[in-house]
């Protein structure tokens, strides 16, 4: 591998030469829309057990109270515990974005929910800081590009056998957004890398439980790390990212890299302009959620009644079924990977939204009964078009002897080619928001966020996501 291959060293020049100016207004435009959406689901995700459970925890190992740890009774901590509490929180509902595949033979599952750690990272050490919105904005956007770019790169081994990409390349996103904003150095991003290739960690036996939020959390938090001892000089081994013993060689089952997925591609283009991010309609994998929607469009247009369901067929790939293993839930951590549950939240209540993602409603009499009609059928035709969309057909047989079909849609809302009104996007953070925040908080951080550029300290920002005691939020 010559020099002009190696991945560390194309993105330690794009880490240093990342520059505002250099940002296209189109990338600054979705950017300020994922972290409206990153900081609604992340308020939301605070007040699930995960949340609390963590909360406690933090607020015994937090440090110097220095960033603000959000949700009920938001309090201040150090910045890497902040990005800890505050990334799980973002990763609780599985309602953050996700980025979008540029080729057939990406696994969609292989890409990551790329928004919360470089937010939240950002967030953290911007408000230590007192960082500009417009600072904020260039370290998110430099954070994301890598955290894509890294996703897009590695053997897709790498998800498919085992890795949960949020958590491993999540630490990457991180680590760069907060190494931006603290003026690193070349050789200090270098040594960033390092540190952050050695702290990446997050498996896929955790799909269903508190863990998995964990292992966004924890790239959040060791990516604030990694760029702190850097700053500090604490050093790191070189081509952290490169073969024969670099990040790409030992977390993909020596399958290794395509270095011309990230070597001269980083920026060009923005992987937040092209292919893009999808805004997730509802809480849980990305992967069902086409699904839902053929779901919902079915049982809307025949004005199909649950009880006279007798079954229910999801025809997909393996690129669907096998990350979406549960055949029936058992909790809402259980639900939010199971597609038994998808269509029948969808057939019982035309809706799954935080009221449907709930164990009460999960472990239901009629939800029961209705998942145990669902088959999962792992379908040739669709498995042969490849992996980088998420397609799938639904099936119903109904009581009087018809059967309908519905066939998702490769535009699924939230996607860049079906994304989201404003109008959407600002009933989607209200919803999320309005489980911690009163109404005037929730339209200030709309505003703000919308004119983040001209915001001249992100602690504003930060005391508005922190308005309002849990007592006052849950008045509303």
Known sequence: MTDQQRATSAVVDFVGRARW????????????????????????????????????????VGGKPESTAFGPEPFRSGASSAALLNGTSGHALDWDDTQLATSADRIFGLLTHPTVPPMVAALAIGERQRASGRAFLEAFLTGFEVECKIAEAISPDHYRKGFHSSGTVGTFGAAVAAARLLGLDGARVAHTLAIAASSASGIRVNFGSMTKPLHVGRAS????????????????????????????????????????????????????????????????????HPTMDAMRRLVIAHDVRPESIAAIRVRAGSNILNPLRYPIATNELEAKF???????????????????????????????ALMRKVERVLDPEIEAQGWEKIRSTVEVDLDDGRTLVEAADERYRGGPDLPFTRDELHEKFSDCASLVLPPPAIEETFELVEALEDLPDVGLLARVLSAAPAAAALAQ
Request: charged share 20%; proline share 6%.
């Open 221 to 288: 938090q060791n990516g604030v790390v990694a760029a702190e001892l850097a700053a500090r000089g604490f050093t790191g081994g070189g081509d952290a990212l490169d073969p024969p013993w670099g990040f790409f060689q030992a977390f993909s089952h020596g399958e290794g890299f395509d270095a011309d997925r990230i070597v001269g591609r980083l920026g060009d283009p923005h992987t937040i302009v092209w292919p893009g991010v999808s805004i997730k309609p509802y809480p849980c994998g990305v992967l069902g």
């Open 21 to 60: 100016e250099n940002f296209p207004q189109e990338a600054v435009r979705i950017a300020k829309r994922c972290v409206i959406d990153g900081l609604g689901v992340m308020l939301a995700g605070s007040t699930q057990d995960a949340g609390r459970i963590l909360r406690g925890y933090v607020r015994t």
């Open 338 to 368: 199971c597609p038994a549950f998808m269509v029948s939240a969808i057939a019982l209540r035309r809706k799954a939204g935080v009221h449907e993602f709930n164990d009460e409603f999960v472990r239901s009499a009629p939800v029961q």
